[in-house]
């Protein structure tokens, strides 16, 4: 293991700035969640499909530009797109509190906000998970990864603790005035971060169709890629049927009250500090490839003990079953995420990101609607032991991939093993034997 991959990365500055101005912007995008809604609810008295609507047009951004992304900021360096989109999204959320005391507030104005949120949010994870390997380092993703998992995992517990007393005090319009301002020093932190980032280099006839389809052939030509995409994909689709019903569970089944439920998420959001903390300790006992599907069979069948329960002491252990699943979860993307960058060539990363973004994302919408129509047949209880099972089954895809005998990094593991045969990855075959690629960009194949 190198040495920078220990827990003394936070001591390195430009990554602590970076771990900084997460921690704000991950906080100021919780209270977003918490806040937004409650905006529409109790400024604008906006009824059921209005707020749903509200939700949609947070998410639509991936669907939208989910791919194209990835082709545009594979053509830029990628702080000035962090840094742009924060502050642009700190201005737009800065609106909403005006415009209420102004009185011009609007559910159209809010779905507006809403929208260019999120597919400013789109552009800023792209180039997010395309600029760590830059800053760390191909041999330190594994721990860098885990680290700003770790701050988001404890801002999806602080947030709504921040948020709900705020809303209560101030009302939810000026609530967003701390996202806001969270959003702001997000991006002004990133502005401090010293590290020169080589402009890609241009290409000779730049075609967004072409340069789309050269990232969404090379995922999918990629056995660990694909895997991976294809893995993640059912795991959301399947969680998305599972927490749609989720909340009705709780409330009519087990009789729970909003502070019972509360304390339900949070316990989820404990289990995901958790497995950050975890994971490359983890990845290390069982092995990075390895990891990636065993994780989900082993934390995701736990999720049956929540259908499971009756009102009463049994509902603590559906809690610790939910918090199994949020650690689990996490030690599967912490993993997975160090495989896409190492794998992926520099040129590639804004593309590979949002393809996978794409592929993996676009099925929760569907899998809300999936869930809706099972809870109208099955029951919310039939529902949740739906999702459950095909969270579970998301295993597969990387059981039956090279990922079930790799055990290192691809960049670790060519470290240790010395030059590999070179092969191109965006073709590449994965047979018996171990390849590699060296594109003079510090990029790895890593099939095995």
């Not at 430009?14 to 704000?24: E, H, I, K, N, P």
């Not at 082709?71 to 509190?97: E, F, S, Y």
């Not at 804004?350 to 047949?377: D, K, N």
Request: aromatic content about 6%.
């Amino acid at each position: 293991m190198p040495k920078s991959s220990r827990p003394g990365l936070l001591s390195e500055p430009d990554f602590g700035r970076l771990s900084a101005a997460t921690a704000l912007g991950q906080l100021g995008d919780r209270i977003i969640f918490l806040a937004l809604p409650l905006v529409a609810i109790a400024a604008l008295h906006a009824d059921v499909f209005q707020v749903g609507l509200l939700s949609t047009m947070t998410t639509a951004g991936s669907l939208l530009v989910g791919l194209p992304a990835g082709a545009w900021v594979d053509r830029m360096r990628k702080r000035p797109v962090l840094i742009g989109t924060d502050l642009v999204r700190a201005l737009a959320l800065l609106t909403i509190p005006v415009a209420c005391w102004t009185g011009l507030l609007t559910i159209w104005w809010l779905y507006a906000i809403a929208l260019v949120h999120g597919v400013l949010t789109v552009f800023f994870d792209v180039a997010y998970v395309s600029y760590l390997p830059h800053l760390v380092g191909r041999g330190n993703l594994v721990a860098g990864n885990a680290k700003l998992s770790a701050i988001r995992s404890v801002t999806s517990i602080s947030g709504p603790a921040v948020a709900g007393p705020l809303v209560g005090l101030v009302g939810a319009p000026a609530t967003l005035l701390a996202s806001s301002a969270g959003m702001a020093m997000s991006g002004l932190l990133a502005v401090t971060i010293r590290k020169p980032e080589q402009k890609p280099e241009p290409s000779a006839q730049p075609q967004l169709g072409r340069e789309i389809k050269e990232g969404l052939r090379f995922v999918a030509r990629h056995p660990v890629l694909r895997a991976i995409t294809l893995g993640d994909a059912a795991f959301n689709l399947f969680l998305a049927v599972y927490q749609s019903m989720l909340l009705v569970f709780l409330e009519r089944e087990l009789g729970l009250q909003p502070f019972g439920i509360g304390l339900i998420l949070s316990g989820m959001g404990c289990g995901a500090l958790l497995g950050a903390l975890m994971a490359t300790s983890i990845s290390l006992r069982i092995g990075h490839g390895p990891v990636i599907w065993i994780a989900a069979l082993v934390t995701c069948p736990p999720a049956v003990l929540m259908p499971l329960a009756r009102p009463g002491g049994s509902v603590y252990v559906a809690a610790a079953g939910l918090a199994a699943l949020s650690l689990g979860g996490v030690v599967r993307v912490v993993a997975q995420s160090s495989f896409q960058q190492a794998l992926t060539p520099d040129r590639l990363l804004g593309r590979m990101s949002a393809t996978a973004r794409f592929v993996s994302w676009g099925g929760i919408p569907l899998g809300g609607l999936l869930g809706g129509t099972s809870g109208s047949v099955f029951g919310a209880t039939g529902t949740l032991w739906i999702g459950a099972a095909g969270m579970t089954l998301s295993a597969l895809p990387g059981l039956l991939s090279p990922l079930r005998t790799m055990r290192t990094p691809p960049a670790e593991r060519s470290r240790l093993d010395g030059p590999l045969r070179s092969q191109d990855a965006g073709e590449g075959e994965c047979g018996g034997q171990a390849s590699a690629e060296h594109h003079g960009r510090g990029a790895d194949d890593g099939c095995s």
